[in-house]
């Protein structure tokens, strides 16, 4: 991302206006195409949500509109990335919403929530839906979970990384910029797949939500007999490469066949889709 929003925000529009225009596609509906190619920049959108930000040693503790208790966010983080997250969770029309009325997230939801970063998903729902299990590999956010959700019985913090089969990866760490890689680094982490999580845990999965930073075909090759066993309602990010769309795709309908998937979104200058939401009628 460039390190200026507006000309990050003028590249990104004129990408997906072009796509647009020469592919014939909106990436789903009208409605929601205008408004993501016209909406403020997150620094406008996400910024209205946030109260107050008050510090806290090596934490920010962030105080959002409409909730009393705050989201605890690293210290050493800059705010611009809880900013956009914010714009992309408060904002249903936004492409990196979860929000799909194909999976809608429900009371009685058992949600695996892969790359669960700061947490501002189990922040918005944990009240609504039966248990959230985050994953998340990195340890600044692990702490950062465990502080937002010490009083939220309900939500539970597995620290390892999603693959398709079990291993190690590695942590790549700068100050705000962490993320796993497969290059070793001083730090591993454990991998493990969905599958082994949902054996080892007994969750009988009804919402599968992943944004891993392009891991997520890894994720789904690890998680058949979830998908098979539990067919629960999917929601995973495909921006982070444009093959991923169709290979999560076909992964979902080689497992169960009836299987409904819709993509939307439109990235940028690339053109592919931003998410997948996959759902099943034969609960």
């Not at 248990?131 to 939500?155: G, H, M, S, Y």
Request: hydrophobic share 40%; proline share 7%.
């Amino acid at each position: 991302m460039s390190h200026n929003p507006v000309l990050h925000m003028v590249r990104e529009r004129a990408g997906i206006l072009r796509y647009a225009i020469t592919r014939g596609t909106f990436g789903g509906s009208f409605g929601a195409f205008a408004k993501n190619l016209l909406r403020p920049p997150y620094t406008v959108l996400g910024r209205r949500k946030i109260k107050r930000v008050e510090q806290d040693g090596e934490f920010q503790l962030i105080y959002l509109e409409g909730h009393d208790a705050p989201l605890t966010y690293p210290a050493g983080y800059n705010l611009l990335h809880i900013e956009m997250v914010l714009m992309e969770q408060l904002y249903p029309w936004q492409w990196h919403n979860y929000h799909h009325a194909g999976t809608p997230i429900e009371a009685g939801d058992v949600v695996l929530d892969c790359g669960c970063a700061e947490g501002i998903f189990p922040f918005l729902h944990a009240k609504k839906v039966k248990q959230v299990v985050c994953i998340e590999p990195l340890p600044d956010f692990q702490k950062c979970l465990r502080r937002t959700f010490a009083k939220t019985p309900n939500v539970q913090i597995v620290p390892v990384a999603i693959g398709d089969a079990p291993g190690t990866a590695y942590i790549r760490s700068e100050i705000g910029n962490s993320m796993i890689v497969t290059t070793p680094t001083p730090h591993p982490v454990q991998i493990d797949t969905i599958d082994n999580l949902c054996a080892r845990l007994n969750l009988a999965v009804t919402f599968l939500k992943a944004d891993m930073e392009g891991f997520e075909v890894a994720a789904l090759r690890g998680a058949r007999e979830t998908i098979r066993k539990h067919r629960p309602k999917i929601a995973m990010t495909t921006y982070h490469d444009p093959a991923h769309a169709e290979q999560m795709a076909a992964i979902v309908r080689e497992c169960e066949p009836d299987y409904r998937i819709e993509f939307k979104g439109i990235v940028g200058e690339a053109g592919h889709p931003f998410m997948m939401h996959a759902w099943c009628d034969k609960r």
